[in-house]
């Protein structure tokens, strides 16, 4: 619970930074779980709807301690972000913005660029061993950075290639690790399995119809609760069914779907002003915990001006929790029905191709977050040019933010050069963003 909890506090930076600070702390750091196993899991993850990163949290979870794992790592995971965003929220709708809080936040994006940079190079290597899958990894980057191909449609295409290969190429793809082997490594997960002790790993057909109908209740059960107590017409009806459907077809990450929700919440439901769905993305943006808890906001704004017979804030926070349950309940869901499954398949050798191209695609992936994360923290310009179907993205040199720049730079030093553990990066980010705003 003690590392859920850090690993949810300091998970800025979107899914890059996130995937980086898991991949340090329960890879190389405590070693609790090896590198072949974490990228099986953020393979199956890329390809589910919702955040792949809280799944994957979900999922070393489950993997190591049953479904309370699972849940003690997804829930930790989002809880510090809902939290701040909650806060802040409610700041929000009082008072405005806050400068001294965007000064936190102007640091801690520089330390996470430092970081995610570090996590791309760290897993690089590890993943491209081979030099067609570097090529793999630079096809990925250029389809879905120049292109906008949906990265699900880029692991999915990967994948197929990785399986095909395999079959006609064998010699060209490694050998999944052995259960023999896996138990002589010396990681937590390694332990376990040399114990016996991951037979919930093992498929189940009572269990997964078991889970069916438990997080059928959970997720349908509220909101037919809400229904029953609300009635069809009340804004928390209509955001458990909204959600419900945005959490289900959130394939890509949030962006792929915030232009739909932006729309839907400003023009059909007038739960928002136009601009303020950008304010909301700023928040997430820059708060612990996935993006898409920017629902979050659209979902406290919407309630806290329609509450019903509720007071306003009352009325916010019910929204927000409403919001944040029908998202994430499928989560949990997609992973404690189909990690079994998954894991039961790692041994066979064309999923094990088939995974590791994907894993290669998804270097790519990491990388094109990356750039587009880099560029909207050095530049407050950027122009979009369209050659056909290219889509070119280019900083606006006389836009360049310099304090920015200059703490990416003292932040890479203390990654790369220092070494400094991950909190003592991000306080010390922080706090000489707030030093920059007080004297600007």
Not at 126 to 148: D, G, H, N, Q, T
Not at 339 to 364: C, F
Not at 425 to 440: D, E, I, N, P, Q
């Amino acid at each position: 619970m003690r590392v859920w909890a850090k690993i949810g506090f300091l998970s800025f930076g979107g899914p890059a930074g996130q995937i980086a600070l898991m991949h340090r702390e329960l890879v190389q750091t405590r070693r609790w779980i090896d590198e072949a196993r974490f990228l099986h899991a953020l393979n199956y993850c890329m390809l589910l709807p919702g955040p792949e990163a809280q799944q994957l949290a979900t999922y070393i979870g489950w993997l190591m301690h049953r479904i309370r794992g699972g849940v003690i790592a997804g829930l930790f995971f989002v809880l510090p972000g809902f939290l701040a965003i909650l806060g802040l929220s409610l700041v929000y709708v009082e008072f405005g913005n806050i400068p001294a809080v965007a000064a936190v936040f102007f640091g801690l994006k520089a330390a996470v660029l430092a970081i995610v940079i570090e996590a791309v190079l760290r897993i690089s290597k590890r993943a491209l061993k081979r030099r067609w899958l570097v090529w793999v990894s630079v096809s990925a980057f250029i389809a879905i950075f120049f292109f906008e191909v949906p990265f699900p449609a880029v692991v999915g295409i990967m994948g197929l290639v990785g399986f095909m290969g395999s079959r006609f190429f064998p010699e060209h793809f490694p050998s999944p690790a052995s259960d023999a082997e896996i138990k002589t490594q010396h990681t937590v997960i390694g332990q376990l399995a040399a114990e016996g002790k991951l037979g919930h790993t093992l498929p189940s057909l009572r269990r997964t119809v078991a889970t069916l109908t438990v997080f059928g209740i959970l997720w349908g059960g509220a909101v037919l609760l809400l229904l029953l107590t609300f009635g069809r017409s009340s804004v928390y009806v209509n955001e458990a069914i909204f959600f419900s459907k945005a959490a289900v077809v959130t394939f890509g990450g949030a962006y792929s779907v915030l232009s739909y929700i932006a729309q839907q919440a400003v023009e059909v439901f007038h739960w928002l002003a136009p601009g303020e769905m950008l304010d909301g993305l700023g928040l997430a943006e820059t708060t612990p915990g996935p993006l898409i808890l920017v629902v979050q906001f659209v979902g406290f704004l919407g309630a806290y001006r329609q509450p019903g017979a509720l007071p306003p804030i009352w009325g916010g926070v019910l929204g927000a929790v409403i919001t944040v349950w029908v998202t994430f309940v499928p989560c949990f869901l997609w992973i404690f029905v189909g990690a079994p499954y998954i894991e039961a398949l790692r041994g066979n050798r064309w999923l094990h191709a088939a995974l590791s191209t994907i894993t290669a695609a998804v270097v790519g992936v990491i990388a094109n977050l990356s750039l587009w994360f880099g560029l909207h923290v050095l530049f407050q310009e950027i122009d979009e040019r369209r050659y056909g179907v290219l889509r070119v993205l280019v900083p606006v040199g006389a836009s360049l933010n310099g304090p920015a720049a200059a703490l990416v730079i003292l932040a890479s030093l203390m990654v790369f050069r220092l070494k400094l553990a991950l909190p003592t990066t991000l306080a010390a980010s922080a706090a000489l963003g707030v030093v920059w705003h007080l004297f600007a």
